[in-house]
């Protein structure tokens, strides 16, 4: 009973949708993961197989989600004006070298950003100050 409920555990941490209270919980992923880890070891440690089962199954769920992916933006329109690129940086979103990369090679003039936290409007500050030198950040 306890390794079906570790595994439902973490099936919502990997799998739910980004509603407001997963995505909190999933922000902790790194701490989630590291925690069924320990499980692992001691339910089997103990001898509690299915409890260990369930941990190392959900462990294999959740390392898969470590990494947030960075996809690609659809082409935009280069006709006469302003183009204009708006990115949600996903705060969990380790990977702030890809993700600014990914932004530049846009090529828009104004760049917006949505879950900026003080870390990330750092990085967005030091790697964005030549190519958009113009900007308000409100982490």
Do not use: Y
Request: net charge neutral.
């Amino acid at each position: 009973m306890s390794g079906a409920l570790v595994l439902a555990g973490a099936c919502v941490l990997a799998f739910s949708p980004d509603h407001f209270l997963p995505m909190v919980a999933r922000s902790f992923l790194p701490q989630w993961v590291f925690g069924l880890a320990l499980l692992v070891v001691l339910s089997l440690w103990h001898h509690r197989l299915l409890l260990g089962a369930g941990a190392l199954v959900g462990l294999v769920l959740a390392s898969g989600q470590l990494r947030a992916p960075v996809s690609q933006a659809m082409p935009g329109f280069h006709g006469q004006g302003i183009t204009i690129a708006h990115l949600n940086l996903l705060q969990p979103n380790r990977d702030k070298t890809e993700a600014i990369r990914a932004a530049l090679a846009q090529g828009a003039d104004l760049l917006a950003f949505q879950e900026v936290d003080t870390v990330w409007a750092a990085r967005l500050e030091e790697k964005l100050a030549v190519s958009h030198p113009h900007r308000l950040v409100v982490p």
